[in-house]
């Protein structure tokens, strides 16, 4: 059972590294290798079908859920729901919008 531990706690720190440094899509190309790897790793320990599959998708969401973690912590300033309660622009303002007087 700490070879399962141990490989959800390394998807998790993967994933976190993987949020704060690349955006979504890279999870495309991370989670495919976190199963691979955990497959193989369970396979040599002799781990059954069912606890393989229990314990992988173990992996992928805890990998997923740190990627979200991370994500949150970096962009929680630009996620504000005082710019639709008033309507006002927030502290990063409206940069995107186009001069409306010609």
């Known amino acids: 059972m700490t070879i399962a531990s141990i490989l959800i706690l390394v998807s998790a720190l993967a994933g976190l590294a993987t949020g704060f440094t690349y955006r979504v899509w890279a999870l495309v190309l991370i989670s495919p290798l976190i199963a691979l790897l955990a497959a193989i790793i369970l396979h ?12 992988i998708t173990a992996c992928l969401v805890a990998s997923e859920l740190a990627y979200l973690g991370a ?32």
């Open 44 to 55: 040599i320990y002799g781990f059954g079908l069912f606890a393989g599959v229990a314990i």
């Open 71 to 102: 994500t949150y912590l970096m962009h929680r300033r630009e996620i504000s729901l005082q710019d639709e309660i008033d309507g006002d622009p927030g502290e990063q303002g409206e940069d995107g919008i186009r001069r409306q007087h010609k």
